[in-house]
């Protein structure tokens, strides 16, 4: 039986699990769940997923997992987009967790409230806008002479990262003032075959 | 040489990486590293860790690994906190991404607010508290009728949710009403030998 994804197309987090599984050729069927129509907050769906969050994937003997982040470190066990070197390993965790904590509540949320809740950008809290332009900061200040973030490799913790940071700019965010950032996202993109 | 931890003891992510630390017998030299004063703010810090927080490992070689969660990964590597079971290791991430996300910026800043910057629980925005309440309410459920998050045995899973789980009480957020939390916290507390 194949892998049943419950995902948003609009959702950066729902993306990296399509490119995970599409980058190491594993078959999976995709439910499209939509946020905005609520239809991660159903009985059904929280039955399956109490936290009530796409993306969720359904495993083999139907045992659900939940986490964008947990279900490619799921995937990719074993696969070169996880470091054999334990440092290394222990490097791209970390970016993974820092992008759960302090990327994707700024960086995809203004996106979020620009795209789908129809803010201007001029709109925004000017905090969320100030932290998210500190994340990308610090991107491009780890990126600045580095061809992935983790050594010479993609690994998850580009695929996690690129997620938001490539439509950081549907939240009025002006990547423009990144260039390594965009230089990288070019890389990522061309290694994970990310089309659209 | 010893692993060098940078941590301030207030803060239950640090905790998390000094637990683990003593229930595995590794070595380490703690450096006690004031959020409160600034200490995550200087320039010697920053070069450290650019994301200018702690816990902050350095590492054989003078390599600096950050994010508590990411840290206690790489410390317990192939140790009885991270399962064998593939599936039980990812569930294990599930929750330790969930506590980053959706759990620890409403447990424990209600708790940061209230015990070190001396708000009245009755000031903390609401919707903060909701979303503690609701942190919590998750992990009542999951935790009726079993032993640990993840399985029977104590993994990091329960190392990363104890944390602020624990001290939750000191943001004004009753435990009283999660009577499955406050009986896993005994256990968690008595499997890693938690004191204070």
Request: with cysteine; proline share 5%; glycine share 6%.
């Amino acid at each position: 039986m194949a892998i049943q994804i419950y995902g948003d197309s609009i959702s950066g987090n729902c993306l990296k699990v399509k490119w995970t599984l599409e980058y190491l050729n594993i078959p999976y069927r995709w439910t499209e769940t939509s946020v905005l129509k609520g239809e991660t907050r159903t009985p059904d769906f929280l039955a399956m997923n109490p936290a009530g969050q796409v993306p969720l994937a359904i495993l083999e003997g139907g045992r659900p997992l939940a986490q964008s982040n947990a279900i490619i470190s799921h995937l990719a066990e074993g696969s070169a987009l996880i470091p054999a070197d334990a440092y290394a390993r222990a490097k791209m965790w970390e970016w993974m967790f820092w992008e759960q904590y302090s990327h994707e509540p700024y960086v995809a949320v203004a996106r979020f409230q620009v795209t789908y809740l129809g803010k201007a950008p001029s709109e925004l809290d000017s905090k969320l806008i100030e932290r998210a332009h500190g994340a990308l900061q610090r991107l491009e200040e780890a990126l600045v002479g580095a061809t992935f973030l983790v050594g010479e490799d993609c690994t998850l913790a580009d695929v996690a990262l690129v997620a938001y940071t490539r439509v950081a700019h549907e939240g009025g965010l002006d990547l423009a003032r990144y260039p390594a950032v965009l230089a990288w996202i070019v890389r990522v993109e061309a290694a994970l075959n990310i089309k659209d």
